[in-house]
């Protein structure tokens, strides 16, 4: 089975987010990863609700909205407005996990929970019967183009053992340095969604690399 492949406009042309949409529409990417960064849990500042507002009417494919911000729970009633599919917030970001999660679900969003590397997956534990999916970060989180991390890998192949362990439903996503080596190693420890940015948009043929990992993630099997 493939996984779920969701290309970061991080890594995107900033001036051009639109063509670069229609490209990912073009392409055989599933979902469109959106790092929302608000210069304070992370240090860089990205985009806002009012950007996934004006690239909604232009794709029909899963976005993915990734919260890399402090007290994520003022701000999902802007992102579900803004046709976000899924918001994911950090578990080192809010004192109430439960309660966002339940209020993602309530606005009609999927719900994720987000580790950093240097992150326990003890300390989610309690949420994941009521997650959608869990990303793992193989980066430490804020900007792109790092270096995957193998010393996340374990985390990977926990969430997976914990989830069959526990017969519960979530999927596992990871983001960071992920390219057609990379995915590869995800998958194997039990990834089923792969986000890519520098990977897919740092060449001139971005829907070819798109491509190529999705070739790559074949190899394995799981």
Request: proline fraction near 4%; include cysteine.
């Amino acid at each position: 089975m493939k996984p779920i492949i969701s290309p970061s406009i991080l890594s995107a042309d900033f001036a051009y987010l639109a063509k670069d949409i229609e490209m990912i529409n073009r392409s055989e990417a599933d979902w469109v990863h959106i790092d929302i960064m608000d210069g304070h849990f992370v240090d860089n500042l990205t985009f806002g609700p009012n950007v996934v507002k004006a690239l909604r009417p232009l794709s029909n494919l899963f976005f993915d909205c990734h919260l890399m911000v402090e007290d994520p729970e003022k701000y999902l009633q802007d992102f579900a407005a803004a046709g976000a599919d899924l918001v994911g917030v950090h578990i080192e970001a809010t004192k109430h996990a439960h309660r966002v999660i339940s209020k993602i679900h309530q606005l009609g969003m999927k719900a994720e929970i987000v580790l950093n590397p240097g992150t326990s997956l003890e300390f989610a534990k309690e949420v994941l019967p009521l997650v959608d999916s869990v990303l793992i970060m193989t980066v430490d989180p804020g900007f792109g183009g790092q270096a995957f991390l193998e010393e996340t890998v374990s985390k990977i192949a926990e969430a997976e053992k914990y989830r069959k362990e526990h017969n519960l439903n979530y999927q596992i996503e990871v983001d960071g340095g992920i390219n057609d080596q990379t995915i590869k190693t995800a998958k194997a420890a039990g990834a089923t969604i792969a986000v890519a940015g520098s990977y897919v948009f740092s060449q001139n043929t971005p829907e070819e690399q798109i491509k190529k990992l999705i070739e790559a993630s074949k190899q394995v099997e799981k």
